[in-house]
Every structure is written in structure tokens, then in C-alpha cells.
């Protein structure tokens, strides 16, 4: 990889870290060419400290580095998209990541349905929200509407309506993202048992 190191006056480049596993962008650093020469051979990544003026590897102090998984250049080879495995939180605040958010993975649509689920658990309003009333009428009812979804995408998967299929499908996924918040879980829970399989 051919990096240009002479775009800016000060010889920085900007490296945007993003955790390799989940895609959480975890902090945006700057890299002089002798960073990133020594973030390649040491495989933990160094910037360089625009205050301290001087090279600086995340975790030096704290312990918490960022573990090398892949680097890439830009289309104009002068910011790089660093991919790490971290081994703790990134922030100095101790947070996960500079922007305070969880260092989680995102499911993208799913995980704004799970947020909107949450929404109607927590606002209760039963009359006008179908996931409301649902909650409000418990976690049998909940679990039977899964079995029930479930029965059906089982029967339309024996006949040969794709579109039937799907829908059952989606209504069954929707019903089961519900039964997991109401059980006061999400899908990342659900991921994680998966991997250690």
C-alpha cells in the first residue's frame, strides 16, 4: 500500500478505527509514516499525538490496545480505514468508543426494529399500538403468536408461494424480535451463543 504522507503540511494522514468484529467505529487517530510503519510491524496501532508530539500506541498506559486485523487506503491513498480487535474500551472516558456509544455489533434494519419494539414496550399505548398491546397482555400470549408464526411460514414452505413464504417469514421474525425483549433480551444476545457454537 503506497500512502501520501505529503498532503498535509504536517505529514498526518487520518486513520479511522472501526472494530473489525461489529463495524463500531471506535475513534479517529492520525498517523505520520513512521505510525503506521511500526503499527505494521508491531500489529498494534500507533498514532501519532499532536499534543504529546510524538509516537503514541493506543493502550501504552492503559493496556487497552488496538489489535491490527486489516488496513486499507482511501481512493486518494491519504486516510486510512483501520480495522482492529480491541481488548477493552477505546475512549480515555472508558467508554467503548470515542462517541459513547456500545461497542456492539448492528444488525442495521433489524436493529432499528428492535429499537422501535422497545420504544412501544416502554410506552405502553396499547389501544393504538399492536406491539404495546401485546406486551400488555404478557409473555404467553407473546410466545404463542411466535408458535403461531411459526406454524404458518411451516405450512407455506411446503406450498410453492414464494410471496406467502416471505410474509409468514417476516411475521415470524417480527414476532420473535418481541418475544425477546419481552424475555429482556435482543438478537446480539442471541449472535454471541451463535459464534460459540
Given at each position: 500500500m503506497k500512502l501520501d504522507f505529503t498532503k498535509n503540511s504536517d505529514g498526518l494522514i487520518p486513520a479511522i478505527i472501526q472494530d473489525a468484529t461489529t463495524k463500531t467505529v471506535l475513534m479517529l487517530g492520525y498517523m505520520n509514516e513512521e505510525a503506521?510503519?511500526?503499527?505494521?510491524?508491531?500489529q498494534k496501532v500507533t498514532f501519532f499525538s499532536r499534543t504529546k508530539n510524538r509516537l503514541w500506541t493506543k493502550g501504552e498506559e492503559s493496556g487497552n490496545f488496538l489489535n491490527l486485523v486489516s488496513m486499507e487506503a482511501d481512493c486518494d491513498n491519504d486516510t486510512l480505514l483501520v480495522q482492529v480487535s480491541p481488548t477493552g474500551p477505546v475512549c480515555h472516558t472508558g467508554a467503548?468508543?470515542?462517541w459513547q456509544q456500545p461497542?456492539?455489533?448492528?444488525?442495521g434494519f433489524l436493529s432499528e426494529l428492535e429499537n422501535t419494539i422497545q420504544l412501544r414496550k416502554?410506552?405502553?399505548?396499547?389501544?393504538?399500538s399492536?406491539?404495546?398491546s401485546l406486551f400488555a397482555k404478557g409473555i404467553n400470549k407473546i410466545a404463542q403468536k411466535v408458535g403461531e408464526e411459526a406454524?404458518?411460514?411451516?405450512?407455506?414452505?411446503?406450498?410453492?408461494?414464494?410471496?406467502l413464504f416471505l410474509n409468514?417469514?417476516?411475521?415470524?421474525l417480527f414476532h420473535y424480535l418481541i418475544?425477546?425483549?419481552?424475555?429482556?433480551?435482543?438478537?446480539?444476545?442471541v449472535v454471541e451463543i451463535l459464534k460459540k457454537r
Open positions: 503506521y510503519q511500526q503499527t505494521v510491524s508491531s467503548d468508543t470515542c461497542n456492539k455489533t448492528k444488525f416502554e410506552n405502553g399505548e396499547s389501544e393504538t399492536y406491539v404495546a406454524i404458518e411460514m411451516v405450512i407455506e414452505a411446503k406450498d410453492s408461494n414464494d410471496d409468514e417469514s417476516a411475521d415470524l418475544l425477546l425483549k419481552a424475555k429482556g433480551f435482543e438478537l446480539n444476545d
